[in-house]
Structure formats: C-alpha cells, structure tokens
C-alpha cells in the first residue's frame, strides 16, 4: 500500500471517530466459552461455464478466433484477407480438405499475384496481446498446390499492418498435409497494445489451404494449451476450495446435440470438433475435461463434477429407463476417465493424454437447474444416475438440483436413496441478499447439506459495483455462520470479457481484455471471507444493531408498496483453534460509519495488538474497471487496544475483516 493511501485511511479513521463520539454503539459479543459448529472446510469455490466468453478470450490463453473455421459455416469469421499493391487473392471456406473428423473446414486462400504483400490475418478476441520480451508458440496445418515446398512468414502486426511486433518464417508447405510449428518473441522496450493481427503471409502464387490456426502466450506454470496467468493468479488468490465444472447451462446445452459431450473435448486439440455454447458463440472445447481437472490440481482444489443428465435448455429430456441409459453410461466412464488407474480402460485414455495419475473426486452433481424441467422427470432420472454411480463408486458424494419450495424459502430435494446434499441457486439485489441474509438460520439440521452452487448481488455492469459487494459479503456472513449445514458456495458468473460484444450476462466477479484483467469489489469480498476463516464458527449475540430502509422504485412508491427495515450491520466470527487466531467479519451497508462494542465473553487471553483488513466506497455505485482496477480495493492496517472489551469504528459502506489474536 502506498504512504498516502496508509495516511489517508488513519486520517479517515480519526475522523470517523469524532463524527460518532458519543453515540451509543451496537455491541457484538462472543461466546468464545461456546464451541460453536465445525466451519465447512470446502465453504468457498468456484464455479464456471461458458458464457461471457469465460473460456476462448477470456482464461483459455488460446488468441487465434475461430482457429478451426467452424465459428460461420458460410464465411471466415474473424479472418480477413491481406493485399497490398498489385497483389490478388481470394480466400473462402473449403468443406472438401478434410484431415480428421474434426478438422472437416478449413480456409483456402488463392493467391494470383503477390504484389507487395499477400495473405491472411486473424483478429483475435478482441485483438492479440502484445507485450514487450514475451515469446509466442504457434501451429497450423497446411498444405500448398504445386510440387515444390512453399515458405510463408507468420507474425504479430499493428491493426494498421504499419508495425510488425515479431515475426517467424515456416517452410516446406507441400501438397500434403502437415502440421507446422513456429515460435517468436516481441523485442524489449514496446508499448503493450491489443491493437493488433495475426498475419500469415505468403511468397508465391498458388492455393494455400490452413486449419487449427493456433497461437499462444506464456501461459500458468508454462502448461501447454494452458490458461491465462494473470487471471490464474487472480484465482489463485481467492484460495478457492473446489471447482464446479464444467457447469450451468453449458453443461446441458440448448439440445442434445449442443450439450458438453465430453469425451469430444480430451485428447489432442486436434481432434476436438468443439460445440455450440447455450450463450451465443461456439466453443472450441480447448478447455476440456483434463484442462479442468489440471486446473484444479494447479490451484489445489477438489472438483465438483456435474454429468448431464438427460435434460437441455429448450426442455426436451429423456425419461429415465432405457433410453436414458447411454447417458448413465457415460457419466460412470467420465468419472473413471478422471479416477480410474491405467489399468482401466478410461484411466488408461487419460495416461495417454499426458496425466497417468488418477484425480482425487469426491462429488458428483446430476445435471444442473433440473426444477425447469416441467416433465417432473428429474426423480427418477436422478435415481438412476445415483444407483448405477453408487454401486461402481460408492463413496462419492451426490448432489441433487432440483426441487420445489417450502415456507422457508428452502428448495425440497427430489426423492432418493440416500440424498444428502442439495443445489440451490441466487441472484438478487443487495437488499434481497441482506434481507434474506439469515436464511439459513431457520433450516432443519436433519435434512440434505446445502451446496449454493450459484448466487451473485446482480448490481453493477460489465461487473459489480460496491454495493453488490456489500449485498454479497452480507449474504456470505449468513453462509459462514451456518457452514455446518452449507458446505460449498460459489459464485457466478465467474469471468467477462469487457469488450463490446463480450457479455451476455451483467454483473460479473472478475472482468479482463486481450491484455489485462481486474477484480471488482465483490472479487475483493470473495477473497476476504476465504482468505480469512478458521475451523470453528463462534457464536454471536448482537444488540443495538441499527436498520437500514429499504429503497422503492418510483414504481413501487406509485403502487403504495411499504419498504422494509432489515439490519445494517452483519456479522460472523470464526475461529482457528489450532493457532487461536479469531476472525471477525462485519459489513457496514449505511452511509455512516458505525462504531460497534465488540465483548469477548469466556477465559481466553486477548493479545492487544490485531490486524483490520478493509474494503470501504465513498458511495456504493463506485466500482473498479479495466481501466481503473485499483479503485477499491481492501487496506490492511495494524490495530491496537484491542481487550476483553473494546470499540471499533467501522467506516461507511464497508466490509472489514479483524484478525484477533488469542490464547
């Protein structure tokens, strides 16, 4: 943290004290002589799909679009041909040079004259990266008309074609077939830009024909078709415990045929069709069944394997018997593709794909959102999915999704042998989360685990705003509390690509473009809250907690609607007993700052000195962007005075995490 920044928070803090001097003060006390329920040690994860270009353009580091021809199957979408001077050619997409089952489309690009210059370029998502002293790693297949071997130069340029970034020449282009491969590196001292092209630029007339154009940065841990390091990064910070894959709608396509089929999507890239994604745009399945399995193990993370089902988007479904069968079946040989040892027929495929060792896999979701499913097919469909993975790997985890509603608002599971644990999904506004932020309180003890597969504050556009953030750490503070019946939470959408064009879906955790990314203030409170929990919840009794009122639309107002008064204070404490050390989490959602009693009751030793972790807004639509990451972001700062019983004041729209130490 920069001085004036450290200074200017002090300076806050002081003046936060003068304005509520003498104002009487909530008190917060902690039954630190109470054991308090076992924290969930998989609480906070993640969740992700294919929406919001979350994978090609966003965290698969893949920059060629529509590397394999099929984004149009009438143009050559996002490619463009290059000519200068006297040259002439044409390009065109050409169904008749299939290589595999894959790779039936390619480009074909008749070159008349060459002129000065002459070729192909690919825009990328929204541009290609460049950066200074960075090497590149490219393919392609090729083949050429004629007899003899052909040279072509590939390269990064300016939009404008003005200024080549690096470049790499490849020869022996025959008429045949074959895969080429080809690395540069960008000199030192440029200025990064995404105003750019991938060219491909020929030296002599003839046919060239092109497929599975592909070229990749540095990516994580230098993983071949490997993810995006910065946002690898960003994820790694948030120190998620699991990974909810391949997930939502995405996994069960708009129908059969568009669903995630996953044994289309290991192997070689070459031999990866890819699908149409519910979301608009095609996906090239570069991310795949391994690539999510690798993306846990490089985070350290356990995954949440959700199966299809038997139901898509536009509500058609198979019910269960016979014809849902092939389905079951392939859910087992997807779950021994990620458990199986070398022996078995799936295990021994994913050897041979580069990982021998088998996943560690403890859950298993079938299929996702279901309650839309009007048939009422979900229960029996679920049962046999559970029956036949329950007999082959009786100690996995199953997780249900579907079911209606009870007067606590709490989703009833669909029937089943053994149903221990079930999907419930969120989106509200940052009222709605703070006022059903007790939700949980209520639930029986003796039914399912809960699993929040997905919940997001839906405030704030491409991502959220500060107020969503509030609204998000209010409704994790009611999860935290009761982690003994909440055993996993993640939010969504998880990515957005902020150019024009790359969101279907508003109010995203993490935003980025070809070059840079950043987190919103909501990303902030998800880190906070996982980056600061111990093993037991302690429990808390509040008094004086002052109450916000709830803000109408004109309309409402109009309609006579009566707002709401709910708290505007939240809070949860847990504790590590092993180090001792308490965590103490409390949202302020007023627009004054809150000074707060804080009373520890019991026989534990306070140490005085502690550490207070902020994320604060001047008003609550303040937000982060691509091009003003760093507006909120959380400040630490060291606390002291801390006792038995001690005060805090807690700054406006704000969430603040104070580390306490005891013994």
């Known amino acids: 943290m920069r001085h004036h920044q450290v200074f200017g928070i002090i300076l806050a803090m002081w003046f936060m004290q003068m304005h509520v001097f003498g104002r009487s003060s909530a008190t917060l006390t902690l039954q630190l002589d109470q054991p308090g329920v076992r924290v969930s040690p998989s609480l906070y994860g993640l969740m992700t799909e294919e929406i919001n270009h979350s994978y090609d353009g966003g965290l698969y580091a893949e920059l060629i679009q529509n590397r394999i021809f099929k984004d149009n199957p009438k143009i050559p979408v996002h490619w463009n041909l290059i000519q200068e001077g006297e040259a002439q050619g044409s390009i065109s997409l050409d169904h008749k040079q299939e290589i595999n089952k894959a790779l039936?489309?390619?480009?074909?690009?008749?070159?008349?004259?060459?002129?000065?210059?002459?070729?192909?370029?690919?825009?990328?998502?929204?541009?290609?990266?460049?950066?200074?002293?960075?090497?590149?790693?490219?393919?392609?297949?090729?083949?050429?008309?004629?007899?003899?071997?052909?040279?072509?130069?590939?390269?990064?340029?300016?939009?404008?074609?003005?200024?080549?970034?690096?470049?790499?020449?490849?020869?022996?282009?025959?008429?045949?077939?074959?895969?080429?491969?080809?690395?540069?590196?960008?000199?030192?001292?440029?200025?990064?830009?995404?105003?750019?092209?991938?060219?491909?630029?020929?030296?002599?007339?003839?046919?060239?024909?092109?497929?599975?154009?592909?070229?990749?940065?540095?990516?994580?841990?230098?993983?071949?078709?490997?993810?995006?390091?910065?946002?690898?990064?960003?994820?790694?910070?948030?120190?998620?415990?699991?990974?909810?894959?391949?997930?939502?709608?995405y996994l069960e396509g708009d129908m059969f045929s568009s669903r995630f089929e996953w044994e289309k999507t290991i192997g070689n890239i070459a031999g990866r069709p890819g699908h149409m994604s519910p979301w608009g745009y095609r996906s090239t399945d570069g991310m795949g069944l391994l690539e999510f399995l690798e993306w846990c193990e490089d985070l350290k993370m356990q995954p949440v394997l959700a199966v299809f089902a038997g139901y898509t988007l536009n509500r058609d479904h198979l019910d269960s018997g016979a014809f849902l069968k092939p389905f079951v079946d392939d859910a087992l040989n997807e779950i021994q593709y990620v458990t199986g040892d070398v022996t078995t027929k799936w295990g021994a495929e994913r050897a041979k794909d580069g990982h021998p060792q088998p996943f560690p896999l403890n859950y298993v979701e079938i299929g996702n959102e279901d309650g839309f499913d009007l048939s009422g097919s979900y229960a029996q469909r679920y049962l046999q999915f559970y029956d036949a993975i329950k007999a082959k790997y009786p100690h996995l985890h199953i997780i249900s999704t579907v079911g209606g509603k009870d007067p606590l608002?709490?989703?009833?599971?669909?029937?089943?042998?053994?149903?221990?644990?079930?999907?419930?999904?969120?989106?509200?506004?940052?009222?709605?989360?703070?006022?059903?932020?007790?939700?949980?309180?209520?639930?029986?003890?003796?039914?399912?685990?809960?699993?929040v597969g997905e919940w997001a504050t839906r405030e704030g556009s491409p991502t959220t705003n500060m107020n969503a953030a509030l609204g998000d750490a209010a409704w994790m503070t009611g999860m935290e509390r009761n982690s003994d019946l909440v055993i996993m939470a993640s939010y969504a959408p998880l990515f957005v690509n902020v150019n024009p064009g790359g969101m279907e879906w508003r109010s995203d955790l993490i935003g980025y473009n070809a070059l840079t990314s950043y987190g919103s203030p909501s990303y902030y409170a998800q880190t906070m809250f996982s980056n600061n929990l111990g093993n037991k919840v302690v429990p808390i009794t509040g008094d004086n907690i002052p109450r916000q009122l709830q803000k109408l639309s004109a309309k409402d107002s109009v309609a006579g609607v009566q707002p709401k008064r709910i708290p505007a204070l939240f809070y949860v404490a847990t504790r590590d007993t092993s180090s001792g050390m308490i965590y103490l989490k409390m949202v302020n959602t007023l627009g004054t700052p809150q000074k707060v009693m804080i009373d520890f009751a019991g026989k534990t030793r306070i140490i005085p000195t502690g550490e207070a972790i902020v994320l604060y807004a001047n008003h609550p639509e303040e937000t982060n962007s691509i091009n003003n990451p760093d507006n909120i972001v959380p400040h630490s700062m060291i606390i002291k005075g801390i006792s038995r019983k001690f005060t805090h004041i807690f700054p406006a729209y704000s969430i603040t995490v104070l580390r306490i130490k005891t013994k």
């Open 104 to 249: 039936t489309v390619c480009l074909r690009v008749d070159i008349e004259n060459c002129g000065n210059q002459i070729g192909i370029s690919n825009d990328g998502y929204w541009g290609i990266p460049v950066k200074p002293y960075t090497t590149y790693k490219g393919s392609f297949y090729a083949k050429s008309s004629g007899s003899g071997n052909k040279t072509v130069t590939v390269g990064i340029e300016s939009a404008d074609g003005k200024t080549v970034y690096a470049s790499a020449k490849v020869s022996g282009v025959s008429d045949k077939w074959q895969e080429y491969h080809f690395t540069f590196t960008t000199p030192a001292g440029i200025q990064p830009t995404a105003d750019t092209k991938f060219v491909i630029l020929a030296h002599e007339k003839g046919s060239y024909w092109f497929n599975l154009v592909s070229l990749f940065p540095p990516t994580y841990d230098n993983t071949p078709n490997g993810n995006r390091a910065d946002i690898m990064k960003m994820l790694s910070a948030m120190k998620p415990a699991f990974l909810r894959f391949p997930g939502g709608n």
């Open 409 to 451: 608002g709490r989703r009833v599971p669909a029937p089943s042998r053994d149903l221990n644990i079930v999907d419930e999904h969120y989106y509200r506004s940052a009222f709605q989360m703070e006022e059903n932020a007790s939700q949980f309180d209520s639930y029986s003890r003796n039914g399912p685990k809960v699993f």
